[in-house]
């Protein structure tokens, strides 16, 4: 009984960070059709930002609401930033150009701002973990459980809540959809298509970014930690239909339960269970769980 | 018998491989080991170029350079064989199945499905390679010198012959992948990134071409690991990490996609700038390479070769203007 609780709470904490991380790149894709590698990078970008973000907030004496909001807002604004600046110096010259050329333009932008943080930030691991421990802990089925990996299931939750109603209910919203379905009938109508794409990117790199603040307080924030992060949000954007908010939501369920149950029960397998999860599902449903209509070329 | 057209693609292989062997004496130990590594880099990135003309992007030839050269350093450890052909041999033989097995799964997938699924496989392999023993961890494991049947020379002499055998493997193998790619089933790859739905109604199976395409460039890479192991006489698990994968698709998109010979040049290029950047900027490694990729994405996405295509076509075009205007002025 301890064990399946253990599972469950460990599978919603793991979830939730899988649909941070990849929220804003099934976002990118669904608007864009362009799979950003450079996600990765937005996300360390994001961490490194908390870290400093945190540790300013902490030497001013402010609180803990005042710390994490001061990340997550430090976070999303440099998002925002690199985002604005790589989606008009780079990103927008190459729209219409072949998938595999964009692939590697997303993968030198990685590098690049990879090698940036490191050049600004030292290669030595930088810890902001006070807002973590000043949170506590809270006992959960007999298991004690830091309290800040509970409250992140609710502000993931928020997130998904928030980009689906501002996709769905709002006018940007409708606009982004009418731009994925037909970005040429969309400007026909008068829709700003260019402007559409550089907020879409935008937003999508300061959700990788505040993704990667609201990690922060829980790891060693160091160089090379976007690599797997674009390989495993990855994995759940695919297994939930790339391009969709809720498949992403499913995806992230699915694998988050998936390495959860073989953590406590097959700890020898743990590495593969997301790959597993991953071929297993595409085996099966090629472009996913939810994937969005494909029209066939002739 | 009719005249047959002078394959120049084969011409210059050979003449490359002929005066690397001619001037290997000559040059310094360093450069010879940078001209190893660079047709080793050379050989995997073909076949990433093979991919590329089905359009398909490969982040996962790592895995194929991991097996490749972990072939070469196992054989040696275990099973004491050195000989340099029997090692790239089995090499390529094992790099081949693997890409025969992953390449029945993998040839459904198009696009960036394709591409991140070559990345996932390769970075799984990184994750096995640096927790299992056999794999010597994150160290790797040294290899041997080699022998070359049954010869096994020794000192400079050594670094000398693993040198030429490398330069003709790559010879061997890439004119392979020429010949392949200019067969009629090859023709077929540039056809499916045309159009897949055409080359299914013309009667051929789109998915045994893409596969057939995928185990070309596994074994390429395969060879490419090996003679990597066989120069520098190491090999760990960042072989399959996907920056080896990066190295490759650098390559390709430095050199263009003209033809088997491109890569040799991006790959020389590569090595060169590593070994320099090590030194001027051991830290910005990355920056300048995105840097570098970014700017050719940008300004020149067709690659280097598309620079000595055009200046040929524009020294045609002066050539043929000028015959014009002779032809004129002769005309009474």
């Not at chain 1, 006992?139 to 509970?150: E, F, R, S, T």
């Not at chain 2, 196992?74 to 000989?83: E, K, Q, T």
Request: proline share 3%; with cysteine; aromatic share 10%.
């Amino acid at each position: 009984m301890a064990t399946l609780s253990a599972i469950l709470v460990d599978a919603a904490v793991f979830s939730a960070w899988l649909f941070l991380v990849a929220v804003g790149l099934t976002l990118v894709f669904g608007v864009l059709r362009l799979l950003n590698i450079a996600h990765g990078a937005f996300y360390s970008v994001g961490a490194y930002v908390g870290v400093y973000a945190i540790g300013a907030s902490v030497s001013m004496g402010w609180g803990t609401a005042v710390q994490l909001a001061a990340a997550a807002v430090a976070a999303c604004a440099a998002g925002g930033l690199i985002g604005f600046l790589a989606e008009r110096c780079v990103l927008t010259r190459l729209y219409g150009h072949p998938e595999p050329l964009v692939l590697i333009a997303t993968y030198a932008l990685f590098l690049v701002l990879d090698d940036a943080t490191k050049l600004v930030s030292g290669a030595q691991s930088l810890y902001a973990s006070q807002p973590r421990d000043n949170l506590g802990q809270i006992a959960i089925g007999g298991l004690q459980y830091p309290v800040y990996d509970i409250a992140l299931i609710a502000v993931s939750l928020i997130v998904a809540i928030t980009v689906w109603y501002g996709l769905n209910r709002t006018r940007a919203g409708r606009c982004v959809t009418a731009v994925v379905f037909d970005s040429e009938i969309s400007a026909a109508m008068g829709i700003n298509v260019p402007r559409i794409k550089l907020a879409t990117f935008m937003v999508g790199a300061a959700l990788g970014a505040l993704a990667g603040a609201l990690t922060a307080p829980k790891i060693a924030v160091g160089p090379g930690m976007g690599v797997e992060v674009i390989v495993i949000a990855f994995a759940v954007v695919v297994v939930g239909g790339l391009g969709s908010i809720s498949g992403a939501l499913l995806g992230a369920v699915i694998i988050g339960l998936a390495r959860s149950v073989t953590v406590h029960l097959i700890p020898e397998v743990e590495v593969f269970s997301i790959y597993l999860v991953m071929a297993a599902v595409l085996a099966f449903r090629p472009f996913g769980l939810l994937p969005p209509a494909q029209v066939r070329r002739i | 018998m009719s005249r047959r057209r002078i394959d120049w693609t084969v011409v210059a292989l050979i003449a490359i491989a002929v005066v690397l062997t001619l001037t290997a004496s000559a040059v310094p130990n360093w450069i010879r080991y940078l001209g190893q590594q660079a047709v080793a880099t050379a050989l995997a990135s073909v076949g990433v170029m093979v991919l590329l003309r089905a359009g398909l992007l490969s982040f996962g030839q790592g895995l194929f350079y991991f097996i490749g050269g972990f072939a070469v350093a196992l054989l040696d450890r275990y099973a004491g064989m050195s000989d340099a052909f029997v090692v790239v041999l089995v090499s390529a033989a094992s790099a081949g199945v693997l890409a025969a097995i992953l390449g029945g799964f993998l040839a459904k997938y198009r696009g960036i499905f394709f591409s991140m699924l070559t990345l996932a496989v390769s970075m799984v392999m990184f994750g096995i390679a640096i927790k299992i023993r056999l794999f010597g961890g994150s160290d790797g494991l040294n290899v041997g010198l080699m022998s070359y049947v049954g010869y096994r020379p020794r000192g400079p002499d050594g670094q000398w012959f693993s040198f030429v055998f490398c330069v003709w493997t790559w010879t061997v193998f890439a004119m392979a992948t020429h010949f392949f790619l200019g067969s009629r089933f090859g023709r077929l790859i540039q056809a499916v990134a045309d159009n897949e739905v055409r080359v299914e109604f013309l009667g051929y199976s789109v998915r045994r071409v893409v596969w057939a395409a995928y185990v070309v460039a596994g074994i390429l890479a395969g060879v490419g690991g090996a003679m990597a192991a066989i120069s520098a006489r190491h090999v760990d698990a960042q072989f399959a990490y996907w920056t080896t994968a990066g190295d490759f698709i650098f390559v390709v998109l430095l050199s263009g996609q003209a033809s088997v010979v491109s890569p040799a040049v991006g790959a020389f290029a590569l090595e060169t700038l590593r070994s320099y950047a090590s030194a001027l900027f051991p830290d910005q490694w990355q920056l300048v390479f995105g840097g570098i990729m970014l700017a050719i994405v940008l300004f020149l996405p067709a690659g280097l070769d598309r620079l000595i295509v055009l200046a040929w076509r524009g020294t045609r075009n002066i050539r043929l203007r000028r015959g014009r205007l002779s032809t004129l002025e002769s005309r009474p």
